[in-house]
């Protein structure tokens, strides 16, 4: 176990994602938040690395911003709550907060998948006027997969819109889980005021107030902290973040309430915060912030003990000691160099090329965590070479992009040609953008009809062999030489599956 101080400081950790769907308010919601924590002193501070449209020259011009968006992928800082809130008893406990930023555009979904292996918990974002929308839906259920406790903040409730009632039915039956409010909607558009639903209430309430609060008693649970860590009771907050009317509450609340840095469970063991060796995994790349420098970071979720500078580490995949000079930490928009780190932050690790996604660092124990998300790609291309000086170049560049997790990398059986598979057409776009521009190569597409990918295991060696030899047309491996199967129609599929038994057909790399 570790010392004491050193658990005191896991202790007072939190680390969690904000997730909505664009234009929610997560950004406006992250500021408001470094406000409150000091970290920053004027709105307008964070700049969002959102891509509005699904238009390359978007992109490329959030490719330019990249230095920002990188700094804005981990935000950390301290926070007190705020003294005399009579909702809280005292409590002066100094937390450290973590949040990590998630993608906005719903073709970089996986970016967001990964990053929620490395909270403990999550803030959705609802917009009111619009209500849970689907890709809010689609990040929940991983949420629900993973049982992160989440809680509910339903922005621009300062403007006209669905009636709240409304909005606790839809975000139970939408979000899946139990709901219960903690602060409550008095009122709407400009006369909208958020009340504590739970206590602290105001001693002259509205008529109108009065018949919610008794309905609200009557109808949701009260709020049961052991529920909301088991995922199982979200804690809905009403508010709006561009008014910063309900953000303090929602802040108070999650540090009183959200979980500190959870155990992980490696294929070996579980892996708890308090042990005093240092564990950690990549689930974030960033690559080539500065073209004329291979410049990566490595984003690593530390999951146990402390992490220290000019240390020598473990890199399992890699069988190899590494030591780190100039790792990095994120307070507010900084990067700064640090000289330790503890289970519940994220280091970011300067890389040339030595780390994949999922990869673990250790003290020395062969350590594997389990659950870093690899979705089934929705649509496929064949990638070729537009520029047959280049084709080191663009071997290269495809190889690192796959490393960082951009798509996914197939190679035919049939005929040797790369595949890339991903989640929507803008992943396309922004492979094709960064090779020209990060590697010097040229890549054209070219279409393939493809219904899905699908990892195949059998305990049967003899029934794998006589399908792997019947559908050679459709075979593939992927990159770590696993076989895969490309059904090009579901009607394929489903004939696979009901002529091979023993044959188990997986929909992501992870099983
Ligand atoms: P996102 O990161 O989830 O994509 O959302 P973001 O915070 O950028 O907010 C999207 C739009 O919604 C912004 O307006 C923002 O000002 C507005 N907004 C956020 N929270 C509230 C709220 O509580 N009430 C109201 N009325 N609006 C809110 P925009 O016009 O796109 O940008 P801007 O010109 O305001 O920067």
Same mark, same amino acid.
């Given at each position: ?5 050193? @658990? @005191? ?41 959102? *891509? ?30 705020? &003294? ?5 008893? $005292? ?16 073709? =970089?979904?996986? /970016?967001? =998948? ?20 689907? @890709? ?21 409730? /300062? ?64 709020? /049961? ?41 490696? +294929? ?73 780190? =503890? ?39 064949? *990638? ?15 190889? $690192? ?6 798509? @996914? ?21 922004? *492979? ?8 010097? &190569? ?14 195949? +295991? ?14 050679? $047309? ?38």
């Amino acid at each position: 176990m570790l010392p004491s101080a050193d @658990q @005191q400081e896991i202790l007072r950790r939190r680390t969690f994602a904000i997730i909505s769907h664009p234009d929610a308010g997560k950004t406006t919601l992250t500021e408001k938040l470094l406000l409150y924590g000091g970290a920053i002193h004027v709105a307008g501070a964070v700049k969002s690395n959102k *891509i509005r449209k699904t238009a390359t020259s978007d992109w490329m011009e959030i490719e330019k911003q990249r230095g920002i968006s990188v700094a804005t992928s981990v935000m950390g800082f301290d926070y007190r709550r705020v &003294a005399g809130d009579s909702h809280a008893q $005292q409590d002066n406990t100094i937390y450290h907060i973590n949040i990590l930023d998630t993608p906005g555009h719903q073709d =970089f979904a996986e /970016d967001t =998948f990964r990053t929620l292996t490395a909270v403990d918990s999550a803030i959705v974002v609802i917009d009111s006027a619009k209500g849970v929308e689907t @890709q809010t839906r689609r990040l929940m259920e991983v949420c629900r997969m993973r049982k992160t406790p989440v809680m509910v903040f339903m922005n621009k409730m /300062d403007r006209e819109g669905k009636d709240p009632f409304d909005l606790m039915d839809e975000a139970e039956k939408e979000l899946g889980i139990h709901c219960t409010p903690v602060t409550w909607a008095n009122g709407q558009g400009l006369k909208f005021e958020s009340v504590f639903a739970l206590n602290n209430r105001p001693k002259d309430l509205s008529a109108k107030l009065q018949e919610d609060l008794e309905i609200i008693d009557e109808v949701y649970p009260a709020f /049961d902290r052991e529920a909301y860590l088991r995922g199982d009771l979200a804690p809905v907050f009403f508010g709006s973040a561009y008014k910063t009317v309900g953000v303090q509450e929602l802040l108070d609340f999650l540090v009183a309430n959200a979980p500190s840095p959870l155990p992980v469970t490696a +294929e070996e063991r579980n892996v708890e915060p308090m042990e005093d060796k240092f564990t950690a995994f990549c689930f974030k790349i960033h690559a080539n912030m500065d073209p004329n420098h291979r410049s990566c970071i490595a984003f690593f979720k530390i999951c146990s003990g402390k992490f220290l500078r000019n240390t020598y580490y473990y890199h399992v995949r890699k069988d190899q000691q590494m030591r780190f000079a100039a790792p990095t930490c994120f307070m507010a928009q900084k990067k700064e160099t640090v000289d330790e780190a =503890f289970a519940g932050d994220v280091v970011g690790l300067p890389d040339t090329g030595n780390f994949k996604i999922g990869d673990t660092l250790t003290a020395g124990e062969k350590l594997h965590f389990k659950g870093l998300p690899s979705f089934s790609p929705e649509m496929f291309k064949y *990638i070729d070479n537009a520029d047959p000086m280049k084709q080191k170049q663009l071997d290269k560049g495809v190889n $690192q992009l796959m490393d960082e997790g951009v798509a @996914q990398l197939f190679v035919s059986q049939l005929n040797g040609r790369k595949i890339i598979g991903t989640v929507g057409q803008l992943q396309f776009e922004v *492979i094709q953008y960064r090779l020209e521009h990060e590697y010097q &190569a040229k890549c054209k597409w070219q279409p393939l009809q493809m219904y899905k990918a699908c990892w195949i +295991e059998s305990n049967d060696a003899a029934e794998l062999d006589t399908f792997k030899k019947r559908k050679a $047309q459709y075979m593939a491996t992927d990159k770590e030489g696993r076989d895969v199967f490309m059904a090009d129609s579901a009607y394929v599929l489903s004939m696979a599956q009901q002529d091979y038994k023993h044959i188990t057909f997986h929909f992501t790399s992870e099983f």
